[in-house]
Every structure is written in C-alpha cells, then in structure tokens.
C-alpha cells in the first residue's frame, strides 16, 4: 500500500517548481516594466520642464529687452540643448508669444505686458496650447 502512494504522487514536485517558477518571472517582469515606465516618465517630464524653463528665459530676456528697446519685436535662439522663439507684438500693450522646445516638447507662454515711462509691468503671464 505504501508503494502505490508513493507512486501515486510522483512528479507533484517538479509541477509545484513550475509554477513556482511562472510566478516568479511574471512577478519580475512586472517588476522590471514598471521600472523601466518610471524612468521613461521621469525623463519625459524633465524635458517638458525643460521646455518651458525655455520658455520662460525667452520671456524674461524680452522683458529685458524692451526696456532697453520699446521697439523690440522678438528673436529666435538656442541656449543649452534647447530652442526659443520669441515674438513681441503691440505698441504700449505688449503681448509676447515665447515658445520653447526641449527636444520633442514644446511650451507656449503668452505674457501680457505694458510698456511706459521707461518701465515694463506684466498684466498677465500664462501657459497656451
């Protein structure tokens, strides 16, 4: 009797080992897709952040600008690994598009400005899409 339980179980080792071991690599690969999306993510984000920090420089370099220029219009130029373009239009209520670029991100900011007396006052500054 004792031959034929012994018989009978055979085997159940190697099948508990196999799914012991399907589970573990679809643990790791979950581990390991879940990882590599995170550090993409991050990546992604530090280039839109780098963007708009484009973005803004073009804004403050126009702000500078007009007020040694009122008749500034705008520039296009490259700092560090990213682009920017600006564009100034209006007489004394200026509306400045800068638009920055950091590799396949771009971010628009549109300010609103007025120009004076020798002095520049921003009215409103926001992000467009």
Do not use: C
Request: glycine share 6%; hydrophobic share 45%.
């Amino acid at each position: 009797m004792k031959q034929f339980i012994v018989h009978h179980f055979r085997g159940q080792a190697l099948v508990v080992l196999l799914v012991f071991m399907v589970v573990s690599l679809t643990i790791t690969s979950a581990a390991v897709v879940i990882i590599l999306m995170n550090a993409r993510s991050a990546s992604r984000f530090e280039q839109g952040q780098d963007a708009i920090s484009q973005a803004e420089n073009g804004v403050e370099n126009t702000l500078l600008r007009l007020l040694r220029d009122p008749a500034y219009s705008g520039e296009a130029y490259t700092i560090d690994s990213g682009n920017v373009i600006v564009a100034v239009s209006g007489t004394t209520n200026k509306v400045i598009q800068s638009k920055g670029t950091s590799r396949d991100f771009v971010r628009d900011l549109e300010v609103h400005a007025s120009a004076t007396g020798g002095a520049v006052t921003v009215t409103s500054w926001k992000e467009t899409f």
